[in-house]
């Protein structure tokens, strides 16, 4: 069974612009979650998907959004970037939204904003 | 929210040397996972325990929740534990707050 798929693994963008990046959750898993990871801020959470729906949300702007497919694939979008938004961003999948079984995490997208 | 301390925060081992990680958490919690982040960045998911006791070859992981701590045990390490693990907790969902992580360095 493949694992998590994000897409691309390597980024680079200039200020001011915007980001879409992809996740392809293990088949069968419904819930999807995105993180970041800096170094001064460690790993945190930016929202989490299932059927469709946006089930929770972190501490992060608007700039930050995210949707989930009807294939539960998803994408998060990071619009006006800035310097700071510049991180690993892990994308993760669960069969449910219940919090009752490991979360699996992709590879991640690092993103590197100029 | 929820605070996640884990220690140490650096550890250096000699190969085969016996190690116990730490995680204390604020508050209760239903949801307790500990990840493996490998030096290429990919986190493995090693436990899923809100309390009890587990064990996966080598590794092994307890969590008293009464008292909001959890404690993964690593025996016999190998050069290939090296690398960064967390602690994740929550109580809502898969919305998870992560611990800063203890840095492991074994040593051939």
């Known amino acids: 069974k493949a694992g998590v798929t994000q897409t691309p693994r390597y980024l680079i963008k200039t200020r001011g612009q915007q980001v879409t990046l992809s996740c392809s959750p293990i088949?069968?898993?419904?819930?999807v979650s995105w993180y970041q990871q800096t170094p001064g801020q460690g790993l945190q959470f930016l929202f989490e998907?299932?059927?469709?729906?946006?089930?929770n949300k972190g501490n992060f702007p608007g700039r930050f959004s995210g949707r989930q497919f009807s294939n539960s694939r998803s994408e998060m979008n990071v619009s006006t970037l800035e310097l700071g938004d510049s991180a690993l961003y892990l994308c993760?999948?669960?069969?449910?939204?219940?919090?009752?079984?490991?979360?699996?995490f992709g590879s991640g997208t690092q993103l590197s904003v100029l | 929210g929820i605070q996640v301390e884990q220690s140490p925060p650096d550890l250096i081992l000699q190969e085969g040397a016996n190690s116990t990680l730490r995680c204390n958490f604020s508050?209760?919690?239903?949801?307790l996972q500990w990840f493996h982040q490998n030096p290429w960045g990919q986190l493995i998911n090693l436990f899923y325990?809100?309390?009890g006791t587990k064990q996966n070859g080598r590794l092994s992981a307890t969590t008293v929740a009464t008292e909001r701590y959890s404690l993964l045990y690593i025996s016999s390490s190998q050069t290939t534990d090296s690398g960064v693990y967390f602690c994740a907790v929550g109580n809502a969902g898969n919305m998870l707050t992560f611990g800063g992580g203890t840095r492991l360095m074994v040593k051939p």
């Open positions: 088949s069968g898993h419904r819930s």
């Open positions: 993760a999948s669960s069969l449910s939204s219940g919090g009752y079984e490991k979360l699996f």
């Open positions: 998907y299932f059927s469709e729906t946006q089930r």
């Open positions: 508050d209760s919690v239903n949801n």
């Open positions: 325990i809100p309390s």
